[in-house]
């Protein structure tokens, strides 16, 4: 059984830093592409980046681009969203999500396992 956790969000003023983490366990790890999607209250739940299984892919929203960086980890089963430059317009609760195969998307449809999401707050 898949299972991803994630850690790191919280309350943060704008300009500020975060960066979230997402363990990952019942799964080979270093075969799957990884992404990062939010939702903001209202809102429908929305791509922020995405990285292919070796960590020398990755791509992002255009929100993002230029502050936000995903990286991965295979020997410790971890993704990372270091999160710079952070706006109030941030604000979501952030996911992280497997893949299906060992590349990435954009689209959610293209993953297949959720994690339970993380609060991140960005005030002005």
């Known amino acids: 059984q898949v299972q991803l956790v994630e850690s790191g969000g919280g309350l943060v003023q704008a300009g500020g830093s975060l960066r979230l983490s997402c363990a990952a366990s019942g799964l080979t790890f270093s075969n799957y592409g990884m992404g990062w999607f939010r939702q903001a209250p209202g809102k429908e739940r929305e791509f922020v980046a995405g990285?292919?299984?070796?960590?020398?892919?990755?791509y992002y929203a255009d929100s993002v681009k230029g502050r936000f960086t995903i990286s991965r980890d295979n020997a410790k089963n971890t993704v990372y969203l270091q999160m710079n430059s952070l706006k109030p317009e941030d604000t979501a609760v952030y996911y992280c999500?497997?893949?299906?195969?060992?590349?990435?998307?954009?689209?959610?449809?293209?993953?297949?396992?959720w994690g339970q999401g993380t609060q991140v707050t960005v005030s002005s």
């Open positions: 990285i292919n299984w070796s960590g020398g892919i990755t």
């Open positions: 999500a497997v893949a299906y195969t060992e590349w990435t998307s954009a689209r959610r449809a293209d993953f297949g396992s």
